[in-house]
């Protein structure tokens, strides 16, 4: 991509922070009154009740996911540790958990899942804007108007992206011109 250079520079300056998932299969539900749920002084950050999400596994067990947010410590470990570690955060934070049998696990890690947001980001993230006419940057990792969460990474979709281009209106405007040129060259014969 021309002028690509700037972006990727940009890039390399953000600095990575691993995040962990873990996929927990149990026989019996955790009693949660809500699809998620942030735990503090954990292992565990937040757990994702998929029946809740979804709808009800098929089989009539109970599928959670467990997202720990800059693990550092944990990415060094295999991951049957890493499910050892964050099935026993679990049953802490969750009585229903202590004695529900697990029947799967399924560990994923992201080691640059996201950046460390610090001071001076906002110089440091590349724009939206690229050198082709119908490309856009978009995402959490650009520089635009929101935070550098999970919530900013999603205000942020591509179409808007490519808007604030005007790539998109320009686009149009050609379409019309067009349109209407033939239009009239058919009305003129």
Same mark, same amino acid.
């Given at each position: 991509?021309?002028?690509?250079?700037?972006?990727? $520079?940009?890039?390399?300056?953000?600095?990575?922070?691993?995040?962990?998932?873990? =996929?927990? $299969?149990?026989?019996? #539900?955790?009693?949660?009154?809500?699809?998620?749920?942030?735990?503090?002084?954990?292992?565990?950050?937040?757990?994702?009740?998929?029946?809740?999400?979804?709808?009800?596994?098929?089989?009539?067990?109970?599928? =959670?996911?467990?997202?720990?947010?800059?693990? =550092?410590?944990?990415?060094?470990?295999?991951?049957?540790?890493?499910?050892?570690?964050?099935?026993?955060?679990?049953?802490?934070? =969750?009585?229903?958990?202590?004695?529900?049998?697990?029947?799967?696990?399924?560990?994923?890690?992201?080691?640059? %899942?996201?950046?460390?947001?610090?001071?001076?980001?906002? *110089?440091?993230?590349?724009?939206?804007?690229?050198? $082709? #006419?119908?490309?856009?940057? %978009?995402?959490?990792?650009?520089?635009?108007?929101?935070?550098?969460?999970?919530?900013?990474?999603?205000?942020?979709?591509? %179409?808007?992206?490519?808007?604030? *281009?005007?790539?998109?209106?320009?686009?149009? %405007?050609?379409?019309?011109?067009?349109?209407?040129?033939?239009?009239?060259?058919?009305?003129?014969?």
């Amino acid at each position: 991509m021309p002028s690509s250079q700037d972006i990727r $520079l940009a890039a390399k300056k953000l600095e990575p922070i691993p995040i962990m998932n873990a =996929y927990v $299969l149990l026989e019996r #539900p955790l009693g949660t009154v809500a699809p998620w749920k942030l735990l503090l002084d954990n292992d565990i950050d937040w757990v994702f009740d998929r029946d809740r999400m979804h709808g009800p596994c098929e089989d009539g067990n109970h599928l =959670y996911a467990l997202t720990s947010c800059a693990v =550092y410590d944990l990415m060094t470990l295999k991951n049957t540790d890493v499910a050892d570690r964050l099935v026993a955060a679990l049953r802490d934070s =969750y009585p229903a958990a202590r004695d529900a049998e697990v029947l799967d696990v399924t560990v994923v890690p992201w080691p640059k %899942a996201t950046f460390s947001s610090r001071v001076g980001m906002s *110089t440091i993230r590349p724009g939206n804007r690229t050198s $082709l #006419p119908n490309l856009a940057l %978009a995402g959490d990792r650009t520089h635009n108007d929101w935070p550098t969460t999970m919530e900013g990474a999603r205000k942020v979709p591509p %179409a808007r992206s490519i808007s604030s *281009t005007g790539t998109r209106r320009r686009r149009r %405007a050609d379409i019309r011109r067009r349109r209407d040129e033939r239009v009239r060259g058919q009305q003129s014969r």
